[in-house]
């Protein structure tokens, strides 16, 4: 079994309150991007896990992948497996991509060693591996709130929109940009955003991260100029960084564009 294990972009997202666990409660959108990493699970003789492409700053037996499949494992009684990982996606970057890994790793064993789990099933498991690794299970455009993990439908689509996602050298530490982010009541309620033009969005979708991060990392800010430079219709950073995505109408020309040193630049079309 195989799949491509695709990121997200969070489209505004609003630090809503401290809540008494710890953790916050947040409002924003998840959307699908078109960029992935590569996931293979087979029964094997023996269980094992490799892991390429893209370098990860953790050693393999704290990878999400595997985290995902000794939760099953200590649930059901798992076939030895052979987990095979192709790490494509920027990692600290903001898009869910370990979460993603893990998301999809559990539908892959859960198909493979036909366990039965149904959909909420899953996203349950989900939860419990990352507050937004549950998206990634049905992974459709949804309104996410609570700490992230509670979902209703929206009604936007990108579908043929142009995308240029911008991760730059620096990593953004997700605590830490907690800490300097003050909860607010949203200035806008994002379940009404596919009632608005998306080249309305940068006049009120905003991501409350933006003004500790940017401060903080001044890089990042600039490659969102750049991106409204070029013509993006809406552009924001995604989660707490450090990666910044822009919205195009049409293809952008990036033949002569220079982000700075470094960059990781990935371009597509929504799906």
């Not at 620096?170 to 830490?176: C, H, L, N």
């Not at 909860?183 to 409350?208: C, H, M, Y």
């Not at 219709?233 to 910044?244: D, E």
């Not at 822009?246 to 990781?264: H, Y």
Request: glycine fraction near 10%; include cysteine; aromatic fraction near 10%.
């Amino acid at each position: 079994m195989n799949a491509k294990c695709n990121a997200k972009i969070n489209i505004g997202l609003h630090v809503v309150a401290k809540r008494p666990d710890g953790y916050h409660d947040i409002e924003t959108l998840f959307y699908p991007l078109p960029f992935s990493d590569y996931l293979e699970i087979s029964a094997s003789g023996k269980d094992s896990f490799e892991q390429t492409g893209t370098a990860l700053d953790c050693p393999p037996e704290k990878n999400l992948v595997v985290r995902a499949r000794d939760l099953l494992a200590g649930l059901f009684d798992l076939p030895p497996l052979k987990i095979r990982l192709v790490k494509k996606l920027p990692s600290g970057a903001g898009l869910g991509g370990g979460s993603s890994d893990a998301a999809f790793a559990l539908k892959l064993i859960n198909e493979e060693c036909r366990l039965g789990l149904s959909t909420k099933e899953l996203q349950k498991l989900a939860a419990e591996i990352g507050a937004d690794c549950a998206f990634f299970i049905e992974n459709k455009p949804v309104f996410a709130y609570g700490k992230g993990d509670e979902f209703e439908p929206c009604g936007i689509s990108l579908k043929g929109w142009h995308t240029v996602l911008v991760k730059p050298e620096v990593s953004v530490s997700t605590a830490e940009a907690y800490k300097l982010t003050v909860p607010k009541a949203p200035g806008f309620n994002l379940r009404q955003i596919s009632t608005s033009n998306i080249s309305e969005w940068k006049k009120f979708v905003v991501n409350d991260f933006e003004n500790s991060v940017f401060s903080q990392y001044p890089e990042i800010g600039k490659i969102k100029r750049q991106l409204y430079g070029m013509g993006a219709q809406y552009a924001s950073m995604s989660g707490s960084g450090s990666a910044v995505y822009g919205i195009f109408d049409t293809e952008p020309d990036l033949r002569n564009v220079s982000f700075g040193k470094n960059c990781t630049v990935l371009a597509g079309v929504f799906n």
